[in-house]
């Protein structure tokens, strides 16, 4: 599964590459993210529902990711705060009840890679950049080939219209400027 912009496939690129539609499996994937709370820790929390379709093409160069988020499925492990999240301080859930990714560049070794697309977030749209380590392709008990990946990317959420906050008492804010979202991928090779 392995993507490069620049390369033909050759046995060079990675002995595993299939060219084909993958789909998720979502019983073993995840998206997480993470932001900094009160300036001394990390809040953290997942998204349950998502979707995403990678095509690798004869030419890694036109391979293409895309993937979508259910923002309502937001879930940091507090209702009251997933609850916030879906309001207008933040996600916007009733005018953009999704997160948004398409890619526009692959880079990178067999093994550790660069992905450059668009990242769509209540309506605005900014360039983002995952770098990510490819796990490995392997044929299940069912038949099925299967691959893995990592990615992780960091956004600023201002960019994106997200710049709810509250001053603290003793100075600083509430929550942290960046935010670092992390992809565990699993995927299956379509018939």
Do not use: C
């Not at 820790?41 to 990678?54: A, L, N, P, Y």
């Not at 690798?56 to 160069?61: C, H, I, L, M, R």
């Not at 999704?98 to 309506?123: A, C, K, Q």
């Amino acid at each position: 599964m392995y993507l490069h912009g620049s390369m033909t496939i050759t046995t060079d690129i990675h002995p595993q590459y299939t060219v084909g539609t993958w789909k998720l499996d979502p019983t073993h994937s995840e998206v997480s993210f993470s932001v900094k709370h009160l300036m001394i820790s990390k809040v953290r929390g997942t998204f349950e529902t998502f979707d995403v379709t990678i095509v690798t093409a004869e030419n890694p160069a036109d391979s293409t990711i895309d993937a979508t988020i259910d923002v309502a499925s937001v879930n940091t492990g507090v209702e009251a705060r997933d609850q916030h999240l879906r309001t207008s301080d933040f996600f916007l859930v009733e005018e953009h009840p999704e997160m948004v990714f398409h890619s526009t560049e692959f880079t990178g070794t067999p093994d550790n890679f660069t992905v450059t697309g668009d990242l769509t977030l209540r309506g605005v749209t900014k360039p983002v950049v995952l770098t990510g380590e490819f796990g490995g392709l392997i044929v299940d008990g069912y038949g099925q080939t299967r691959a893995g990946a990592t990615a992780t990317t960091k956004i600023n959420r201002h960019d994106f219209g997200v710049s709810w906050n509250n001053a603290l008492e003793g100075g600083g804010v509430t929550l942290g400027d960046d935010v670092t979202i992390n992809l565990d991928l699993q995927v299956v090779l379509q018939p």
